[in-house]
């Protein structure tokens, strides 16, 4: 059984910095990319990034680019997410989510592209 740990949310001033970490289990961390994904209230599922297995190639969504850094450690099975210069619009739960496929050569922002999903932590920025 996949499982999927998020922690690192929390309530941040504008402005301000957050770093979240997804640990997986029960799944080969190291063959699959990994994506974070944010759904505000009232609002869709936003994918937010997301690393190649490899760490190789990464893609982020535009309202994040230049701001947030996904990276992955594949010997701890943890993949990361550096939030710089928040905004109250960056409000949401965070998700990370596990590639459907092993060793895809490429990231994908599409949510039903991934099959295990983290429970979320909430990230609240004020200001």
């Known amino acids: 059984q996949v499982q999927l740990v998020e922690s690192g949310g929390g309530l941040v001033q504008a402005g301000d910095s957050l770093r979240l970490s997804c640990v997986v289990s029960g799944r080969t961390f190291s063959r699959y990319a990994m994506g974070w994904f944010r759904q505000a209230p009232d609002k869709e599922r936003e994918f937010v990034a997301g690393?190649?297995?490899?760490?190789?190639?990464?893609l982020y969504g535009d309202s994040v680019k230049g701001r947030f850094t996904v990276s992955r450690d594949n010997a701890k099975s943890t993949v990361y997410l550096q939030m710089n210069s928040l905004k109250p619009e960056d409000t949401a739960v965070y998700y990370c989510?596990?590639?459907?496929?092993?060793?895809?050569?490429?990231?994908?922002?599409?949510?039903?592209?991934?099959?295990?999903w983290g429970q979320g932590t909430q990230v609240t920025v004020v200001g």
């Open positions: 690393v190649m297995w490899n760490g190789g190639r990464k």
């Open positions: 989510a596990s590639d459907r496929l092993q060793f895809r050569a490429m990231v994908v922002g599409y949510g039903d592209q991934y099959d295990s």
